[in-house]
């Protein structure tokens, strides 16, 4: 028992090592992985912008739940390709959406990417081209919402090339066909030409998409291919050759840094299920968030010391050891928090320092029934083994009544886009979580190295006996 307590505490020793390396060190590179490893602030501590969007249907329109689902997951996928990571997106009710975008300072930007569908479309304009920036009318869909003010042109990477067509200023005709759209897209990606150093998206079709590409372009050479998005004509392309690859790039547009990366974010997350619009947007300040960064550590602080103050004076040599393991058990969770990673909010700190509390319940319990067994006539290695095993079905009930509790109130936040709700379940459920652990294993561990080899009998105050 004792080298296998040895052990074990050997390893818990290593893992605080890396924990707290986790905890201090702001990111972690291994060759071209990167990842970062910085505390994620939520809105109402690092401030930022709150938007609401509705369905813009009328009142009586029957929403499909899974259509703004799926109209959450797209806007979730736009803003994190935006680079905003810690963007929150909740479903309210049945028609409404609400997104946090913690320390956002471009609003404008963020909102017009939001609202954009970003429908791409390939029409075939047989051998009457039109000039870029016309807005046309195709058999896909109606709408004429222009996003784009950009007129690049297509080239297959390879040798097969399509060069663009001057405008000719032909007449629009009522409704075009639309070879394919957004949907047959695959991947979509950002790169720069090494000589010219212009910007371009690559993109290359689906298997079904490649096959239609081919056949078109095969038995239209000569004609015009033209490229759409959002009912503008971004591109009239005229087919020299058959693609076949499956892939090409959309180029020469002028395109920046930013104006490539909105357009490839556009195309590969498409058009939203159902119409959405912004009904209220509302910015925090970042100082109301620092104050409240601040009040909050102060109270965790205050509630840390008094509770490991309490378990000093009240079980003595027991106690210390316990806030040992509550100082290892804070660590852990931190760290957690910075790999998972937890956008912590302020109902999220609340229930990070109410997990304290549940961690420390675990040690009363053991050390409850540590001194029962004491005044009993056990020896201390008995005790400490037959106070714990006494004590386990009270600590795993309690601990799982918590866990319950906050998995109902995780559905909640996530049923009715109450975020806040959602922070505090998930901080507390994983704070449970690692005060099991430290008490299972940290503890016990502890208690058992320090005591196993103490004479009982002459050092009862040491116990608060």
């Known amino acids: 028992m004792d080298r296998r307590n040895n052990i074990v505490f050997i390893l818990i020793l290593l893992l605080v090592a890396a924990v707290i390396w986790v905890d201090v060190t702001p990111s972690v590179q291994i060759g071209s992985w990167y990842r970062s490893l910085e505390t994620k602030l939520g809105l109402d501590l690092k401030g930022g912008l709150q938007v609401l969007m509705e369905v813009d249907k009328p009142a ?28 929150v997106f909740q479903i309210a009710g049945n028609r409404r959406i609400v997104g946090e975008f913690p320390g956002l300072t ?20 047989g051998s009457s081209p039109l000039p870029e920036g016309t807005i046309v009318k195709t058999d896909s869909g109606s709408g004429t919402t222009g996003s784009s003010d950009l007129a690049p042109t297509i080239v297959a ?15 629009e005709e009522p409704v075009y066909h639309t070879i394919m759209t957004g949907s047959s897209l695959k991947e979509v990606s950002v ?20 096959k239609v590409f081919a056949d078109f372009t095969s038995q239209n050479v000569g004609k015009y291919l033209a490229i759409s998005l959002d009912k503008r004509l971004i591109s009239v392309p005229v087919i020299q050759t058959a693609i076949t690859e499956g892939s090409g790039q959309i180029s020469g547009g002028g395109f920046t840094d930013v104006s490539a990366n909105e357009l490839a974010i556009q195309l590969r997350y498409g058009a939203l299920p159902i119409p959405l619009k912004v009904v209220e947007s509302r910015a925090v300040g970042p100082t109301l968030g620092q104050d409240s960064i601040n009040k909050s550590l102060i109270a965790g602080l205050i509630g840390f010391s ?17 806030d040992l393991a509550l100082i290892i058990y804070a660590l852990f969770t931190y760290a957690l928090f910075r790999l998972i990673p937890v956008t912590l909010t302020l109902p999220g700190i609340a229930g990070f320092v109410l997990s304290i509390g549940m961690a420390v319940d675990a040690n009363i319990l053991i050390f ?18 037959l106070g714990w095993k006494r004590a386990w079905s009270s600590i795993r009930d309690s601990n799982i009544s918590t866990l319950i509790t906050c998995a109902i109130l995780f559905w909640f936040g996530s049923a009715f886009g ?3 709700v959602k922070g505090f379940s998930l901080t507390l459920s994983l704070g449970v979580l690692v005060s099991m652990f430290t008490a299972i294993i940290v503890t016990r561990t502890f208690l058992h190295i320090t005591l196993d080899k103490i004479d009982f009998t002459g050092h009862h105050k040491w116990f608060g006996l």
């Open 418 to 420: 109450a975020s806040l």
């Open 60 to 87: 009586d329109y029957v929403v499909d739940p899974q259509a703004l689902q799926d109209a959450k997951q797209i806007l979730e996928n736009r803003s994190n390709g935006l680079g905003v990571s810690e963007v």
């Open 306 to 322: 008094i509770v490991m103050l309490f378990m000093a004076l009240y079980y003595r040599l027991p106690g210390l050891l316990a």
């Open 368 to 385: 409850e029934r540590l001194k029962e067994e004491l005044i009993a006539g056990r020896t201390l290695k008995q005790a400490v083994d």
């Open 191 to 210: 790169g720069r030409d090494t000589v010219t150093g212009e910007y371009y998206i690559s993109f290359v079709l689906t298997a079904e998409g490649k």
């Open 157 to 171: 990477p390879t040798s097969e090339t399509v060069t663009e067509a001057a405008p000719t200023g032909a007449t």
């Open 106 to 125: 471009n609003t404008e930007d963020v909102i017009k990417v939001l609202k954009e569908t970003g429908e791409l479309e390939f029409i075939d304009l």
